[in-house]
């Protein structure tokens, strides 16, 4: 990037509903088992909100933990972006939501939906944001509620997803290489039928009263997006290594997008990549779309697996299609 101000980390945090919904409950009423589920995705259980608690609930709970990691109070944030798929509302956006529940200034917010690539997309807007003068401090939050969009009839989708939000403050430095060094962004909507919610409304029967039920709900061709997923994210971790050696510095870190075992252990194999350098948490969460980055980022900075310094790296691919790669220097 051209730019001397640098787009540094500042905090994280992350927020699950309570109730954890482990495989043998899909068992009861589908044609299905815990050891398939676990041998072909490595998802062991995941969290699944209850009535009162939404992807603004789980995104409010998220932010205010990254803002107390960045010890920022919330009347300094200049902007707010929440990556998501399964808003409560088509408007106002969550991001309204949250600007008003965390006591913010009348700062610009707004939602963006770029499916489980949606918080990497946001990084790249937030940095641009920070880069050009127009923000110095910025919450990125990826909050999702798949479980109001799946059909858990369909065996090849519903064990795949679960919800919760991840939450992130980004801040504009002088220091030198640290923060966000290099994002890539892509999409491809040839591939737009092989996962979509064709009419998303939220089943939120919460405290947003009169929010109509929408009988659709999200389908995918598990087989094509396993191809396209293995394929683009090998792609996106090679590129990160030439990337890392040319910033003259090392991938300590691979955070990627978590959906199923099978995909990251292909890609790596196709790299090379060290295995014991990856962050995984999808047999606890399954894929949370766009909370999934952020959820798994902050497990890793809170457990102690990156420390300051650090590069690591952020990889996600989903419907649209859509995939990227953020590489971060913490
Ligand atoms: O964030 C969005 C991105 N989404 C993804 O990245 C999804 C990527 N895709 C996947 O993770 C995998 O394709 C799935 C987990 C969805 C499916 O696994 P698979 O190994 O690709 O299975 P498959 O679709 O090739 O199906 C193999 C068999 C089929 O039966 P037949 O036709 O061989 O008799 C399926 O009907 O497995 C069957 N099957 C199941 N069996 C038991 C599919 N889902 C299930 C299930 N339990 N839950």
Redesign the pocket.
């Known amino acids: 990037m051209n730019s001397t101000t640098s787009v540094v980390l500042r905090g994280t945090g992350s927020a699950l509903p309570v109730r954890v919904m482990r495989n043998d409950e899909?068992a009861a009423t589908?044609?299905?088992?815990d050891e398939?589920?676990r041998t072909?995705?490595g998802i062991r259980e995941r969290r699944i909100a209850a009535p009162e608690e939404t992807s603004i609930s789980l995104a409010i709970d998220a932010s205010q933990k990254a803002l107390e990691a960045a010890r920022l109070p919330a009347h300094e944030l200049d902007l707010i972006i929440c990556a998501t798929v399964t808003p409560v509302l088509m408007t106002p956006s969550n991001a309204n939501y949250l600007q008003a529940a965390l006591g913010c200034r009348p700062i610009p917010s707004f939602d963006l939906t770029a499916?489980?690539t949606g918080f990497l997309y946001s990084i790249s807007v937030a940095t641009q944001f920070i880069q050009n003068g127009a923000a110095r401090n910025v919450l990125v939050v990826g909050s999702e509620t798949l479980s109001r969009v799946i059909d858990f009839t369909d065996?090849?989708?519903?064990?795949?997803?679960g919800d919760g939000a991840g939450a992130i403050v980004l801040s504009a430095s002088t220091e030198p290489n640290v923060g966000v060094r290099r994002t890539h962004l892509y999409s491809d909507g040839k591939g737009a039928h092989l996962?979509h919610v064709p009419a998303l409304v939220s089943k939120h029967t919460g405290p947003i009263q009169g929010v109509p039920t929408s009988p659709e709900f999200l389908r995918?061709n598990?087989?094509?997006?396993?191809r396209?997923?293995v394929h683009r994210m090998a792609e996106l971790m090679a590129k990160a290594i030439r990337d890392c050696r040319e910033l003259g510095t090392e991938m300590k870190l691979l955070i990627p997008?978590q959906?199923?075992r099978?995909?990251i252990d292909a890609a790596l194999e196709q790299t090379g990549f060290p295995a014991d350098r990856v962050m995984v948490n999808l047999d606890r969460y399954g894929?949370t779309?766009a909370a999934?980055v952020p959820i798994a980022l902050d497990e890793a900075i809170r457990e102690g697996r990156t420390h300051p310094g650090d590069t690591v790296v952020l990889v996600a691919?989903?419907?649209g299609l859509t995939w990227g790669s953020v590489i971060l220097t913490l």
């Open positions: 899909f589908l044609e299905t088992s398939w589920i072909r995705t499916a489980c065996r090849n989708s519903c064990i795949l997803f996962i995918m598990g087989r094509e997006v396993f396209f997923a997008h959906v199923n099978r995909i894929n779309s999934s691919f989903g419907g």
